[in-house]
């Protein structure tokens, strides 16, 4: 049986990460509900675990919904359509220092009358984010599950206006489904939002990357009005495609501090892609079983993160759903209403003290990302 838990030997500096984008955060702020979310000290678990500082950056409420996911969705969309339509010069740079350059209601007026139709692969939140987005620009959107998706996953799209479309196949089939339905969509009108690249020269997947960056701007702030300082020795992510954990990866590496930050990865035993591909030393896909954590149940790493998390990533856990089931509850106690791939983080770190690991003690502020609100699941045996 193999071990729950992979610890890297690799350790070098990821090359070639992109700059920091300020224009993100800036866009971020325009759109409506905009908020920082908040990062939540949990000292009564950090006490209980023998560690400093337990830190919960809580996405459970997001720009109005109920995941992280909208922040790479909306700036994936924003970039791509203004691309699309011609508003910023095809091959020039972004508008870079000029956030307000294109206002959502001038995007909305040229995707109108392009008639664009947003399309996205999804096993819950992304789709969502997307149907908000083509909600926001008045155009249409056609979102793709997989047909072992949850009936309340694919109510929220639809309650979002955007057509539903089950995929009689996994995550990986379902994307590249999506893929071709956006490429035959009459006229170049179909616009593919995925969240995960196929190949490495994918630039939606990497402004989707990008739009995450607002999490970690904010949870610079919060951690230096909490603890006082900017130490974070250790941050914990739960990975599906691995897009989220390059967007962590990317961050606490090119951000300056005392001592360099673990990154930790968390997956559910039943779609541990990553962590097989880092224990194969290459890239691996996996067929992939029944999780509670619908969000992370991929089989096949983004193309252009493996190559981030190969070096960037020091240990990657897998946790089995009764492990998550139990964080969630745990969670709870402390008022924070987490959805399955929310806690997964907790359950994962939970399981490395265990083993007796990665220097965590009580010098350590752990970053927790806790990327879901509430949602109903079901446990199987
Ligand atoms: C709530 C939640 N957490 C974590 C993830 C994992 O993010 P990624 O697929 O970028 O690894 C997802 C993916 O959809 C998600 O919906």
Known sequence: MSSRIFINQLDRPSEGLPERNTEVRAFHESLPNYKPTPLVSLPKIAKDLGIGYLLLKDETERLGL????????????????????????????????????????????????????????????????????????????????????????????????????????????????TKAAAEQHAEGKGVLISDTALTVDDETASSIVEGYQTMFDEIEEQVLEITGNNTVTHVVTPVGVGSLAQAVVTHFERTPRPTKSMIITVEPKAAACLKTSLEAGEMTSIETGYTICSGMCCGTLSAIGWPILNGGVKAAVAVEDSDVDTAIKNLQTCGINAGPCGAASLAGLEYILSTGGLDLGPNSTVVLLCTEGKRGYQMRD
């Open 66 to 177: 109920t995941a992280f996911k909208i922040l790479g969705a909306s700036w994936a969309t924003y970039r791509a359509l203004t691309k699309r339509l011609g508003l910023i010069e095809k091959d020039g740079p972004p508008n870079l220092g000029n956030p307000s350059a294109i206002p959502l209601r001038t995007l909305a007026e040229a995707a109108q009358a392009a008639e664009i139709t947003l399309y996205a692969a999804t096993d819950g939140n992304h789709g969502r984010a997307v149907a908000r987005m083509a909600n926001y620009l008045g155009i249409k959107a056609r979102i793709f599950v997989p047909s072992w998706l949850d009936e309340e996953a694919k109510f929220k799209i639809r309650n979002e206006g955007a057509g539903v479309q089950a995929y009689d196949g996994d995550y990986d089939q379902t994307v590249l489904a």
